[in-house]
């Protein structure tokens, strides 16, 4: 794992894992949880840019999905299946004391933080369906959200936390409705429709929402029952959710398009909602999309037309140029995982 400025200088490898590993960094900036083998021992590590011995506070090597950091960056939340791999125990960790804390015993996947912090949605089988709960980093004040024969999953903090946005359907999703956090009352967000209905992602401010129906992208207020079709997704397959420009005025996302067992093509999305409707498109050749904050650039590893090879890029949208990152005089490819804190 290395850290490198945007403009390529003071590059410098953090640490050299055993093995695979994930990364990523707190929202204060002052840390880097890893979850990976080092000095042959797994788990979830913490480290920052100038710290060159990892601490383990999570020793666990069956983890599935995390770390996920709360917004205030005190907390750490993961999932690990159990025998039953359909099945997660859902776990939180407090930063400053670094010791695991069962929270949800049997479900625990799909989890988010609400934005405050205070509580952790998540999806959980019961009886043969799947419902929405919530549950106190410390584990307390559980409590379902959700109790139709339906399934629920999918849950998404919107509106400044007054809401969570929940995918709905017996065999797949067919509508998206609003839940409350409090007591489950619930606010149809979408018409139920027979050709699917599929989340894409939520702005950071909770107040606009990419959906997709059928093979149409649209676009639709958190307060507002009229969606705005602005593109098609009838291909490719979801490698990453949206990501909204701080300004809220671009969005971006990254598609696979699976061309045989052997050979995977990339694209990378870009929604200008500056214009009216939004225009929406679609770039191949690219992948690993991340907005350096407070501007409309964002870094990605990008498949020059001549072939040479990705290389990391930042594509400046208001000019619509993209430059190349040098990284020790060469051309490099992020291809992992990578993310930008502080301004350039």
Known sequence: MWVVRPDGTDAHMLLEADGWFTTTWSPDGSHIAVRHRYNQKDGIYLTAPNVITPTLVVTDTNIATGPLW?????YLAYNVPTENVSEYILYTAAVAEGAPLMVVANGGYDFNWSPNSTFLSFTVERDGETDVAV???DGEAFRYLTTTSDNEYRPTWVDGGSALLVSRGVDSPTQLV????EDGAETPFTESRSDGVDLLGVSQNGEQVLWVDGSTVQWQLIDSTTPTAIGTFN???LASPPMWSDDLDYAIWNEIYPISPNITNYAVVTVDFTTSPA???RTFGARTSLWLPGTHTFSFSYLPENGTGFSATLW???TDTKTPIPFN???WDPRIEAWW???P
Request: proline fraction near 11%; glycine fraction near 8%.
């Open 235 to 237: 291909v490719g397959i």
């Open 279 to 281: 225009t929406m498109e």
């Open 341 to 343: 804190v502080d301004a």
């Open 316 to 318: 400046d949208l208001d």
């Open 178 to 181: 609003l839940l409350s956090p």
């Open 70 to 74: 709360s917004p205030d960056s005190t």
């Open 135 to 137: 549950v106190e980093p």
């Open 329 to 331: 005089g060469q051309n």
